[in-house]
């Protein structure tokens, strides 16, 4: 079975992480929720996710992919983070896709992992790269690094992951299940 591994702190975007791991779920991936906060995370808007396991518990080889929500605090959170920083770089050194949305490209950017072409929230651009910012594209594939915009296209990222982790007909088959006409 697939496994992807998406990681929270504070202040994490709900509406992205819930949409991810719901989606995911449904292309019968399996999803593991670490943090590198407190076990029940808060998000935003004060929602929190009980997680599965602590990042430092983590053992990349296991997963395929790593996905970062967005939230400007968790951006932040993960872009200090050096745990963070070593686990998406091992995820890159070893040809794994490596997802964030919103402003979490921040986070790919901080540990060098982002490549050239990629989209985010606007103005996080600013902090990145403003040369290669792919600002009227919802999802921006390059390689194995996916990005996308931030909360309203979500279901298009999830959806985007699901279809590089499982393949077209799945891909089809969420999609025509949460009637999505994107």
């Given at each position: 079975m697939t496994k992807v591994l998406i990681i929270l702190s504070t202040g994490f975007e709900e509406i992205e992480a819930i949409t991810i791991i719901d989606i995911l779920r449904r292309a019968n991936i399996e999803i593991t929720i670490s943090t590198i906060s407190e076990k029940l995370t808060k998000g935003a808007h004060q929602i929190g996710i009980d997680s599965d396991?602590?990042?430092?518990d983590v053992k990349v080889e296991d997963y395929e992919m790593v996905v970062l929500p967005g939230g400007a605090e968790n951006t932040f959170?993960?872009?200090?983070d050096e745990l963070t920083q070593e686990t998406l770089k091992k995820f890159k050194q070893t040809n794994k896709y490596v997802a964030a949305i919103c402003a979490a490209p921040y986070a790919l950017h901080c540990a060098g992992v982002l490549n050239q072409n990629y989209t985010c929230y606007p103005s996080f651009e600013k902090k990145i790269d403003s040369a290669t910012y792919k600002?009227?594209?919802?999802?921006?594939?390059?390689?194995?690094?996916?990005?996308s915009q931030g909360p309203a296209t979500a279901m298009t990222f999830a959806l985007e992951l699901v279809k590089q982790l499982q393949g077209e007909s799945i891909?089809?088959?969420?999609?025509?299940?949460?009637?999505?006409?994107?």
């Open positions: 396991i602590f990042l430092k959170n993960l872009a200090k600002k009227d594209d919802k999802v921006v594939i390059d390689d194995k690094v996916i990005t891909y089809q088959e969420v999609r025509n299940g949460l009637l999505a006409n994107l």
